[in-house]
Structure formats: C-alpha cells, structure tokens
C-alpha cells in the first residue's frame, strides 16, 4: 500500500533576534490511506508548526530549512504558491485550533464553505451552495438550508467547528490535518465530534493527522500514535504499543499523568517534573534529559539513536542500550 504523505528529516525553524528557534527538528513519518495517526505532546513540542510545514502555511519568521515532504508522490517542499494553492483546501485540508479566529466574521459560513467548491472544483454559485447544504447536513448541523446564511457568531462552539470540518472536507480531500479539533469543547460535543470524524474517515476514505493533547481522544481513534517531545519524534508505535507497552520515559510519564478508569480513588495524578527545554539553546544530548528519572552521563551528551522493539514501534532512549543498567519500566 503506497503511502499518501511520507514526512523525511523535516527541519523547521524560525529565525528571530535571539537566534535560531528549531521548533521542527528531523522529523520522519508517514500516513497510508485512508489511515487515523495521533501525534501527542506538550505545548511547544512541535505538533502544530509540523502540520503548518506539510501545507507550507509557516507564520513569520518561519522556514523549513531541510527534508523532504511527499505527497502523493509530489514533492511539496519549495513547490511554488500557485502550485501549492491548487492542493491546500483541495487535496489536503486543515482544520485548525480555534474555529472562532480561523472563520472570517464578516462571510457567511456558506460563502466560506462554498469558496473551495468555486475555486477548486469548478462549481457554479448554485451548484456550490447545494454542495454546502449538502455538508452541513452531513456534520450534523440542524436546519442547513437556514443556517447556511448565518454568520460565524451565530454559532456555538461545537457547531463551529462542524462548520471548519464542512469546509474542510468539501473538496473531498486526501488528507485531513486536524490540529486540536476538540479542544474548549465540552466532552458532549468532543464525542460527537470524534464520531463525526470517525464516520468521515469510514465514508470517504481520507487520511487524517489528529494533533491533540487529549490521549482519550487518540485512543477512541487513531490507529498509529507520534509522541513528539522538543521538536523531534521521541517514540511511535501502534496504538496498543504506546498505551500497554510504551518504551520512552516520556510517553511513560504522560499516561501516568493521565486519570484511568481503574485508579483509586485518592491517589494523586504524577505530573512530568520541570520545564521542556529552551528551542534556543538546544542541547547536545536527549532533549528529555533534565526531567528524566532515569538520566544517565550519556543522556547528556549525546542524542539516542531509535531502538525497533517490532516493525511499527521505536522510541529514541538510552535505556535499550545493551550497556544500560536494568531499571523497572511500568506505565
């Protein structure tokens, strides 16, 4: 099966006053079709600025300064606008953050779903307005021919983002990249909206990217999970690797931060001790070093190569060297 969109050594960084920030920093994966794959992490670990490289939306000072992104066998790196115009909100489409900022106010949600039909797909005004009735129905959204003429603020939160989701899949994408899709949404409407994505994925076929720090959420549906930690991918695996059997001290200490099911009912919730560490002044070493309970010299000096425990799952830890000493290494 040829993958959709393969990610190889991606380098992003943003070039402030202060220096160099390396925000993305040699980052390698792909997605099949019609595959669900989480990428998880703390704020500031490179989640959203990996997505913005893919559709080569980098705010200033942003620039991707090396790697290769393929995209159903296009290379999309230093492809000009015009090309890269003719793929974003056609073949791959985003959803972002906040649905409130990334809606324009002043249009009609049908006037900005109806935009990618015209501009993509060739439609007539009509043909598009029908399209986008036609997807408003389709997320969930009551009275479509109604709500179709209303603006952005006339919305709730959970119906604006079925609104972002609408216009996002108008054009019948490849590739959805959906970054934080439930986030301020109360969990009523973040398990309509994981339905929703669900049933998408079952009906079209598209490949989606789910950023989130939300692991209930990528446990509900991801097949394959990423876990990013300053910049770089620090362990991935199938979904079942990373929730029963996680290698990297950092997934680790992100499910224990996590309440489950089975937890008593008094016992305390173990955060992650300390800071993610300065893009500024990256360190020669792991980058999880300072925080981690199990830092040896090494850690500090040199970065760990990826460990393969099955052909789907590596993590990037010092403590799979045969020459490291034997630590417990429970969730």
Aim: charge should be positive; glycine fraction near 8%; aromatic fraction near 6%.
């Amino acid at each position: 099966m040829k993958n959709i969109l393969e990610v190889k050594d991606l380098h992003t960084s943003f070039f402030t006053h202060l220096g160099e920030v390396k925000a993305v920093n040699g980052v390698s994966f792909a997605v099949g079709p019609g595959e669900v794959i989480g990428i998880v992490g703390e704020s500031g670990s490179g989640k959203s600025v990996t997505s913005l490289s893919i559709i080569n939306l980098l705010p200033f000072p942003g620039k991707i300064v090396g790697g290769s992104i393929l995209f159903a066998g296009k290379e999309l790196i230093n492809l000009p606008e015009k090309e890269m115009q003719k793929i974003r909100g056609n073949e791959i489409s985003i959803i972002f953050q906040d649905p409130m900022t990334s809606l324009n106010p002043v249009f009609t949600v049908g006037n900005q779903i109806m935009e990618p039909l015209v501009r993509h797909r060739g439609l007539s005004r009509d043909e598009a307005r029908q399209k986008a009735i036609e997807m408003l129905a389709m997320v969930g959204i009551p009275s479509p021919e109604k709500r179709i003429n209303q603006y952005p603020h006339e919305f709730s939160g959970g119906m604006r983002q079925r609104v972002m989701i609408a216009m996002a899949l108008c054009c019948r994408p490849k590739l959805l990249i959906a970054d934080e899709p439930t986030t301020a949404l109360d969990v009523t409407i973040q398990a309509q909206i994981i339905e929703l994505m669900k049933d998408l994925r079952d009906k079209t076929g598209t490949s989606i990217i789910l950023i989130t720090h939300d692991l209930g959420v990528v446990a509900e549906v991801c097949s394959r999970v990423i876990v990013m930690y300053a910049g770089s991918i620090i362990e991935q695996g199938n979904r079942r690797d990373i929730f029963y059997r996680p290698r990297h001290p950092y997934t680790r200490g992100l499910l224990r931060s996590v309440p489950g099911i089975r937890a008593k009912q008094k016992e305390r919730l173990k955060p992650i001790d300390g800071q993610p560490p300065d893009l500024l002044n990256t360190a020669a070493g792991c980058p999880f070093y300072p925080r981690c309970e199990h830092a040896m010299l090494i850690c500090a000096e040199e970065r760990p190569s990826y460990t393969e425990f099955s052909s789907a799952h590596k993590a990037a830890c010092w403590l799979y060297h045969p020459l490291a000493p034997r630590v417990e290494r429970s969730i």
